[in-house]
């Protein structure tokens, strides 16, 4: 408890005393001017007892000796901190940012005029200056401290997100010269004479050109949807999902293709409803079912793949969705790495199977999992099959802020 001595004592004491009703009138101005809910802003509990502390401790410090600063207080300054990556993490901007800690001195220097007049304080100039100097440095040093650290947080993704860029782009680039090369040899050979007369050569050469081209196209439709889901500058577009619908249309998009390879799909008829991005949830599942069925085992007299869910995870809020085949299986060492951009587990056995991939399918599941909050894990065993548990939310989690997808 402050001592109410003076003027500075008793607006100090009586800042404190009212932390959470200034906080609330700060909210409510945020509401008024600001482009933003405030339940987006501070959307937890921990975070909605920051503001309190700190407008406590402006508080304190209008007590403060003469020659110290708020900045010297270590757990006010965290505090900021955690603001400013908060504010990172919901994509805000440093104008945003600014505006909000100049509306929480309007607030403070506000309440100090209504109390001076509600309880007849009559300062003298030196000390009402003195304690509107203190107020304005404490709010324009927490304001730099949320603003350093927003701004530390924005240069360390830009980075990371470019080096993610030259990593991707170094990876599409060896992915595409591999069968541009063999098409452009290809090409070549369907002029020399030797090839043109030979039925067998000039068939051998037409289905590596079919086969090369096909790759192309898949590449590069999977790039393209790598770029639709990091240009979407909004976040997730949430709408209510039956996942049975879903499952059902991607089985009739993959018949052709489970057909050719004597791939059953089963759909369970117990999925539930999800509020969920349905054009990542459709992308989640049309990669684990294609990559279900280009890797089921010939060996096998009935190959599958079926969708069903997990009744053994209860996780109140959550749902596991269960994509699980008898196909050839993923060796422990690659259950990790098979998320990864441009890796496949069986890259080996392409000519042996009749095969052939990008390996972007897992990568674009996992980034999407990770965008609408949820997490996935693989279960393995080689000659036996493979099972992909996906952890989703029945509804999105509004504390979360989606990420956009990196490169």
């Known amino acids: 408890m402050l001592a ?6 008793i607006v100090s004491q009586r800042m404190a005393a ?36 700190l407008i406590e401790e402006i508080a304190h410090y209008l007590q403060a000796p003469g020659g110290e600063e708020i900045a010297a207080n270590a757990a006010v300054i965290d505090k900021a901190r955690e603001l400013g990556v908060l504010r990172h993490q919901q994509q805000a901007s440093v104008h945003q940012l600014l505006r909000e800690f100049e509306l929480l001195g309007d607030v403070l220097e506000g309440f100090i005029v ?15 200056f003195d304690v509107v100097r203190r107020l304005t440095r404490a709010t324009r040093s927490l304001m730099r401290t949320t603003v350093d650290t927003f701004i ?28 541009l090369g063999t098409l452009l040899f290809a090409a070549a050979a369907l002029d020399q004479p030797l090839v043109r007369k030979d039925p067998e050569r000039l068939s051998r050469v037409a289905e590596a050109i079919r086969g090369n081209t096909q790759r192309l196209a898949r590449l590069v439709e999977n790039l393209q949807r790598i770029v639709r889901l990091a240009e979407s500058p909004d976040g997730p577009n949430l709408q209510q999902i039956e996942v049975g619908l879903l499952a059902g249309d991607i089985r009739s998009q993959t018949e052709d293709m ?45 190959p599958f793949v079926e ?33 990864g951009r441009f890796t496949r587990a069986h890259a080996h056995l392409d000519d042996e199977h009749g095969i052939s991939g990008s390996g972007l399918g897992l990568a674009i599941v996992a980034e999407c999992v990770e965008a609408v909050g949820g997490e996935i894990r693989c279960a393995s065993v080689v000659g036996e099959g493979t ?21």
């Open 18 to 53: 009212e932390a959470i009703s200034l906080s609330a009138a700060w909210f409510a101005r945020l509401n008024e001017l600001l482009p933003v809910d405030v339940n987006d802003v501070f959307p937890s509990d921990q975070i909605l007892d920051h503001i309190p502390s």
């Open 307 to 339: 969708v069903t869910t997990d009744l053994v995870d209860e996780t109140p809020g959550t749902v596991t969705l269960v994509v699980r085949d008898n196909g050839l299986g993923v060796p422990d060492e690659q259950q990790q790495a098979i998320f």
């Open 114 to 128: 209504a109390e001076s007049a509600r309880l007849s304080l009559t300062p003298g100039p030196a000390e009402c």
């Open 4 to 9: 109410a001595e003076g003027f500075t004592g």
């Open 258 to 302: 489970a057909a050719a390879r004597g791939v059953q799909i089963r759909i369970a008829g117990d999925l539930p409803k999800l509020v969920i991005d349905p054009a990542r949830l459709e992308l989640i599942l049309i990669n684990l079912i294609s990559n279900a069925i280009k890797y089921c085992d010939p060996q096998k007299a009935d």
């Open 387 to 407: 099972t992909f548990f996906v952890k989703l939310p029945i509804e999105p989690n509004p504390s979360q802020a989606a990420p956009a997808p990196a490169f």
């Open 152 to 179: 530390a947080e924005y240069t360390a993704a830009l980075q990371e997100r470019n080096e993610r860029l030259k990593t991707f782009n170094r990876m599409a680039s060896h992915e595409l010269r591999t069968p």
